[in-house]
């Protein structure tokens, strides 16, 4: 089945970019998928790439697929304390696209 | 604008008591899922429904049971607690655009 890997820890200082890595093992993935979560709290969706897509971005978030290399990544521009959470990235698979596999999560601490 | 609702937010059982896990969406979406969160694992698949009547096994299925009897809830049982399903259980709904999501999550404590 698929399996989602990515690093368990970052550390960035306040106003620099983040980047979060991510690669997965399903070529047939058709979505790939950024989670956010705070301490405590549930799943916010970031963001999400159609697998024919090579780039999506929103903001302060760009998001890059390498599709040939299984590989996707999250860029965060001028990183804010705010940020420090865990990321979470998700590739779906299964017939339909339904079920989504995770990674172990990405803790993002933002030092001041 | 609910979204995806669980209930309750903390339990506490004893080994061998049974429980359910309520969760229910107000979106109209077809397809639920019941996901398990432990420290350092990410979130695992532990059941899914495609509609009302149509349940699945994910990737952790064992001591749990699901039903889907309407399309807006999708309970998970517990039918004989034990300490391996202390845990965080998150609900989710997906519809159009391929958007999940998830509720504010179960944490649960057996001893």
């Known amino acids: 089945g698929e399996d989602v890997e990515q690093s368990l820890f970052l550390s960035v200082r306040e106003g620099d970019s983040s980047v979060i890595n991510c690669t997965y093992t399903?070529?047939?993935?058709?979505?790939l998928y950024w989670y956010k979560q705070e301490p405590g709290a549930g799943l916010q969706l970031l963001t999400y790439?159609?697998?024919?897509?090579d780039m999506k971005q929103d903001q302060r978030l760009t998001v890059l697929l390498n599709k040939k290399d299984k590989h996707l990544s999250l860029r965060i521009a001028d990183t804010q304390t705010g940020d420090s959470a865990i990321y979470f990235c998700?590739?779906?698979?299964?017939?339909?696209?339904?079920?989504?596999?995770f990674g172990k999560g990405t803790k993002l601490s933002v030092i001041p | 604008n609910a979204g995806v609702t669980q209930t309750p937010k903390f339990q506490v059982l004893k080994t061998g008591q049974s429980m359910t896990l309520q969760c229910a969406q107000d979106?109209?979406?077809?397809?639920m899922s019941w996901y398990r969160q432990d420290p350092g694992m990410g979130l695992r698949l532990i059941h899914y429904?495609?509609?009302?009547?149509?349940?699945d096994q994910g990737e952790v299925p064992n001591g749990y049971n699901v039903s889907r009897s309407t399309t807006e809830d999708f309970p998970l049982r517990l039918l004989s607690a034990a300490p391996s399903q202390t845990s965080v259980y998150f609900c989710?709904?997906?519809?159009?655009?391929?958007?999940?999501?998830f509720g504010a999550g179960t944490r649960l404590s057996v001893l």
């Open positions: 989710a709904s997906r519809g159009e655009g391929s958007i999940q999501y």
């Open positions: 399903d070529s047939s993935s058709t979505y």
């Open positions: 790439i159609f697998s024919n897509m």
């Open positions: 998700a590739a779906s698979s299964g017939a339909g696209s339904y079920q989504l596999t």
């Open positions: 979106m109209n979406h077809e397809y």
């Open positions: 429904s495609v509609g009302a009547g149509i349940t």
